[in-house]
């Protein structure tokens, strides 16, 4: 494929990105909603506003990744892009939400600064059977992909002659997904407060809870992609079944910990 | 309930003295109880964007009057015997922060002194 077409075919998942983020362009009814999923119930206008701001942080950048992560997924993969397209939407969103975590860690710079005196974690914010499952499928996905490039047979993939830099992309994948998702978790525990506690912490439950089933999201389909076939789907299915799991709403927001 | 401080970087009164009487006013008043511990220095300088030197003053301060104590992989925590103000401190503390406040109000001496006297002057307000 020539570099025009590369770029032409990038240009045109820009511009999907660019009509996802119009369908997706977050209003009132969308903070609120996500507020109430989080465990606010009955935000004041002032929270809905935050909540409002943090998913235009999440979604801004769509578009450019979307061209970014096509034009690399083009110039790696080549003709080798069974599933990509599930791929890219599920990694877009994940790179997005990890650079919208970045740039929240941005320290305060008025006059007047609070902060709470409980501890933060990332276990305050992820229950730990969803750490755990996320934890089992990476280790799942690093095995597979480790045998896959040593070459041995069960780990081939289907059909059995995948190639090793199918493997080697499933390896890079479940390394860099990991390490993104790390810090994503990590963002959402030390970003600075919100003067709103309620909200402050829905946010950052929201944030390390959606990374966690993003990646999950992430692993399974490359998993599914690499192995193709009736498995593959399978795989695949049971991630997102996961990540439906792992982020669905919850009544209350998290208690602190606060004794020893 | 959130427990929470605030800091006022402009009044006058040096950040890790404010940190330092908000946590011991929250303890006098059992808002934080024996047991509780504090957020790690690291976390709470980086909230309210101070250096955290700053912070681990103000820890060491409330270690050296007894209101907190270190335990190796517990943190910093209140102390049991902690909830026993001293007076004279606490009248210290407000003075700080009264003065620093007269001072961001371009107040002199003779001016605050006056401000302080007519307070006391004036009848305490009754229950209810």
Known sequence: M???????????????GLLLLALLWPGEPQGRRLLRTWGVAEPDPQEISTA??????????????????????????????????????????????????LLALRPARGRTREASLDTRRPTDLVPYWALALDG???????VLATAGVAG???????????????AVTLLLVAVLSAVAVALMVLAAVRRPPDRRPRVDLALRVRSARVAIGLHVAVLTSAVGVYHSGVIGLIIGALGITAWVWITAPIRALPAPTRAV | MSLRIVVDTASGLSPWRQVHGQIVRLITRGALA?????????????DLALATGTVARAYRELEAAGWVYTARGHGTVVAETAGTPDPDAELRMAAEEFVARARELGADPERAADAVLAAFAEPRPGPG
Not at chain 1, 57 to 71: D, K, T, V
Not at chain 1, 154 to 165: E, F, I, K, S
Not at chain 2, 34 to 46: C, D, E, K, N, T
């Open chain 2, 34 to 46: 024996a047991g509780f511990r504090l957020p790690p220095i690291r976390q709470l300088s980086r």
């Open chain 1, 136 to 142: 089992c499928v990476l280790l799942g996905a690093v």
């Open chain 1, 52 to 101: 409002v701001a943090y998913l235009k942080r999440r979604r801004l950048a769509y578009p450019w990744l979307y061209f970014l992560l096509s034009f690399l997924a083009q110039t790696v993969l080549g003709n080798d892009q069974d599933g990509a397209f599930l791929g890219l939407v599920l990694l877009t969103v994940l790179l997005g939400s990890l650079l919208a975590e």
């Open chain 1, 152 to 166: 041995v047979q069960w780990a081939r993939g289907a059909p059995q002659d995948r190639t090793t830099a199918a």
């Open chain 1, 2 to 16: 020539s570099f025009a077409d590369l770029l032409g075919l990038a240009a045109v998942m820009a511009l999907f």
